[in-house]
Structure formats: C-alpha cells, structure tokens
C-alpha cells in the first residue's frame, strides 16, 4: 500500500524490463476502483483508451522509450471509502513504429448508426 493524502499529486512510473532495446510502453487504460477485485462496477477513469479522463492526470519526459512516467492527483470514492486500488493497462510496441497502438494516441469509438 501506498499512503497518500487526498489532493496530493501521485506519481507512477512503469519501466519494462527486456534486452531488447527497440520496444516502448503506452498507457492505454488506467482505472481505479474502491474495491481490489473489482474494475467494472464502480469505478473512476483516470485515462481509458489513450483518452485522458482525469484533468489532473499529466505525462512526464522519460529518457527511455521503454519508460512510462504520470501522475495524478489522490482522490477518495463516494461514502469515505479510505482505499481505491488501481489498474492500468499498458501496451508494449516496437520503437518508431508509427502504425502501432502506441502513436494511436486516444482512440474514441465512434458510435454505430441503429438499423430500422
């Protein structure tokens, strides 16, 4: 556990470890839950999809490409609920390759027209 008060900024860092020096990380989804088994239900989008949900969510620079540094800020769920428990979901990606996941950015879906 990581103790924090509410408001103060929480930073993250996720590094992936690998010989090969050619891949890079992007934070596709970052949820966050009051429970630790469960992302679905109740929960709060700090990011989704590459979309930034959370306007205190921000990136850092990081010197590697293999290297993922963010923050936001602590916040607490309805009814005092002294624990959130988060989730992200990072994707792995070859270095430079501008036609994968990672150079997508936010990806929304578009919506699909109802038939009659």
Avoid at 63 to 69: A, E, G, L
Avoid at 71 to 84: E, W
Avoid at 101 to 116: D, F, H, L, P
Wanted: proline share 4%; aromatic share 16%; glycine share 2%.
């Amino acid at each position: 556990p990581y103790y924090v008060d509410i408001n103060q900024n929480l930073f993250l860092e996720a590094y992936l470890h690998s010989s090969d020096s050619n891949l890079m990380l992007f934070v596709d989804t970052c949820v966050a839950s009051p429970t630790p088994h469960n992302f679905t239900t109740v929960t709060y989008d700090i990011i989704r999809n590459g979309c930034v949900r959370d306007s205190t969510y921000a990136t850092y620079y990081s010197p590697y490409t293999h290297m993922v540094r963010f923050k936001f800020n602590a916040f607490q769920f309805i009814r005092n609920n002294p624990l959130v428990y988060l989730q992200c979901e990072l994707v792995v990606c070859r270095a430079y390759d501008y036609s994968s996941r990672c150079y997508q950015g936010c990806i929304t879906r578009s919506k699909r027209e109802a038939s009659s």
